[in-house]
């Protein structure tokens, strides 16, 4: 995809949307965390539906280890793997307790040296939290950047790094959250929805969907 091309996409998505932001629900940095953390293969819709039950109880590291790993996989049973989610939930709060004076880091390494977070929670983090223009590839950042030509890459590292280098600077901050949304929406994976699509003519896929005849 050439530069302009690049451009005229972000232009297009940022003019839908102006202020993209996560669609998890969260209003401090630690809720962020846990959600993240609570994230990995669920939907954010079953993760705010546990959210919303556990915050109002438990919304900082000290509270959460006050319920103890048994009390707070009651409150968040219903989502995935919420048995090993809650082991690092529970360690990564004793962590931050310990070692952080019960705040979230704001450096990658120390996000990364907690229980459960790797690059992508960590990516996140410091992008929806602390304003760092970092991106976050996902599914449907992976999707969505080999599809169109954007950043393609063999792998998730790949494409974060290739998009680091080719997002016109303007629009790197809020990159992670127009491409997310963009993939989760529109550039679905069984089925684009390639005639709604606003860079639909920007884009190299070469099996675009047409239509549904009415």
């Known amino acids: 995809m050439k530069p302009a091309d690049r451009t005229e996409l972000f232009q297009r998505l940022a003019e839908l949307n102006p202020k993209p932001t996560t669609e998890l629900e969260y209003s401090t940095p630690f809720e962020l965390l846990v959600a993240v953390i609570l994230s990995a293969q669920a939907t954010d819709v079953g993760v ?10 438990a919304s900082t590291p000290q509270a ?15 989502i995935g793997l919420f048995n090993a ?16 004076g019960g705040e979230v880091p704001r450096t990658r390494e120390a996000l990364e040296a907690l229980p459960g ?13 602390f304003g760092e223009p970092t991106i ?3 599914t449907h950042i992976f999707r969505v950047a080999n599809r169109t030509g954007l950043a393609p890459g063999k792998d998730v590292r790949a494409v974060e790094d290739r998009l680091l280098k080719v997002v016109p600077r303007p629009f790197l901050q ?17 089925r684009p929805e390639c005639p709604a699509c606003v860079i639909r003519d920007l884009c190299a896929f070469r099996h675009k969907t047409a239509a549904t005849p009415t």
């Open 48 to 57: 705010n539906k546990a959210t919303r039950r556990l915050f109002p109880v």
């Open 64 to 78: 959460i280890l006050d319920l103890g790993e048994e009390g707070l996989k009651r409150h968040i049973s219903t």
């Open 85 to 100: 989610k809650a082991r690092n939930v529970i360690a990564t709060c004793r962590i931050l307790v310990e070692r952080h």
């Open 117 to 129: 977070v790797g690059r992508k929670t960590a990516n996140v983090v410091l992008n929806t939290a």
């Open 136 to 138: 976050a590839v996902d």
């Open 174 to 190: 809020d990159a992670h959250h127009w491409l997310i949304l963009h993939g989760r929406y529109v550039c679905k994976a069984r």
